[in-house]
């Protein structure tokens, strides 16, 4: 069977030409059931490559950090555009730069972005001539990179042993919350809120004592395993 208006050759079952679309009729043909001999679609669906999504999101992120470079140096000589910029480099370094990587290493990228934190700091610091850096944020920001990296290779190159892992690092942000409200009172001599790191570390010490435990005692994980079905 042919299409009566373009002439292609057709299954005895189509209704309708693929190419031209005309009605497929003859009062003495019964169209039987079968399948088509062309795909219903002509143009399949193409994916979009991550990386290209990925080129975007760059893309995105120049175009909104010249737009504030350019509208601080007309309107505000220049006082506000350094702390945007700086914080959009850093929200594309930690959430959208590992994606460049087939398989990122979070050993590598947990260091590195935590010291563009503190890269960060110290530009914040400088531009507002403040005193804080050394003697509150850099110790701060290392501690927790120490804390947050070793965790991070343990869970990593260590088979076993993560309620150890979890429950140490717990017990450590106990004792950083004690660490930073001691350089609070020393780098801004704010004793109104003395005492408040009591608090965390008591929290954070029962929580991770009670992981250790559970690892030492393994009637205990099986039931909290059992009771909350991990």
């Not at 700091?121 to 944020?137: K, R």
């Not at 717990?170 to 950083?176: A, H, K, T, V």
């Amino acid at each position: 069977m042919y299409c009566v208006s373009c002439g292609v050759k057709l299954e005895d079952s189509e209704k309708v030409c693929p190419l031209c679309l005309t009605k497929v009729y003859h009062p003495h043909i019964k169209i039987p059931q079968g399948e088509s001999l062309y795909p219903s679609d002509k143009y399949p669906p193409r994916k979009m490559s991550l990386k290209g999504i990925l080129a975007i999101i760059a893309a995105s992120f120049i175009i909104i950090a010249l737009t504030c470079l350019v509208c601080d140096m007309r309107f505000s000589m220049g006082t506000w555009s350094g702390y945007v910029i700086g914080a959009l480099i850093l929200l594309y370094s930690i959430f959208i730069l590992p994606f460049w990587f087939e398989k990122p290493n979070p050993v590598i990228f947990v260091p590195s972005n935590f010291g563009g934190v503190i890269l960060y700091l110290l530009f914040i610091n400088i531009i507002t001539g403040g005193n804080w850096f050394l003697s509150f944020a850099f110790p701060i920001a290392s501690v927790m990179m120490l804390i947050l990296t070793a965790v991070v290779t343990l869970t990593r190159y260590v088979k076993g042993g993560r309620l150890y892992i979890f429950g140490g690092m717990f017990i450590l942000l106990g004792l950083l919350a004690m660490l930073i409200e001691f350089m609070l009172v020393v780098t801004f001599k704010n004793l109104s809120f003395i005492g408040w790191s009591f608090y965390p570390l008591v929290t954070f010490v029962l929580i991770g004592g009670f992981l250790i435990l559970m690892a030492i005692i393994p009637s205990l994980r099986e039931k909290v395993e059992r009771k909350f079905f991990i």
